[in-house]
């Protein structure tokens, strides 16, 4: 004759049976498009920049093959945050105070 399994088996088979499937949802949590084009690093740039001026989008275009050489280093500045982006394109650029207007 088996012996009956003791409740506390039984109990943490039925915790275990039902924390496994909730255990396997993968959830995506999404952040900005990466392109790994000029196209999309400067379309970050427009977009954290104040003003969105069609010139800074002109100038990152012409001068964006020439500092990013790969699909990579693209996908990395398109993940900086605003200002980081806006900050590597222009310098950084120290506030103005009332004695150097």
Not at 31 to 38: A, E, K, Y
């Amino acid at each position: 004759m088996t012996r009956p399994a003791p409740l506390l088996a039984i109990l943490l088979g039925l915790a275990l049976g039902a924390a496994l499937p909730a255990g396997c949802v993968v959830r995506r949590f999404s952040g900005p498009d990466l392109t790994g084009t000029c196209d999309g690093a400067c379309a970050h740039y427009v977009q954290c920049k104040p003003g969105h001026a069609r010139i800074d989008r002109d100038r990152c275009v012409a001068e964006c093959p020439e500092v990013f050489s790969d699909r990579d280093s693209l996908m990395t500045y398109e993940s900086l945050a605003c200002e980081d982006a806006v900050e590597y394109v222009d310098g950084n650029t120290p506030p103005r105070t009332a004695s150097h207007r």
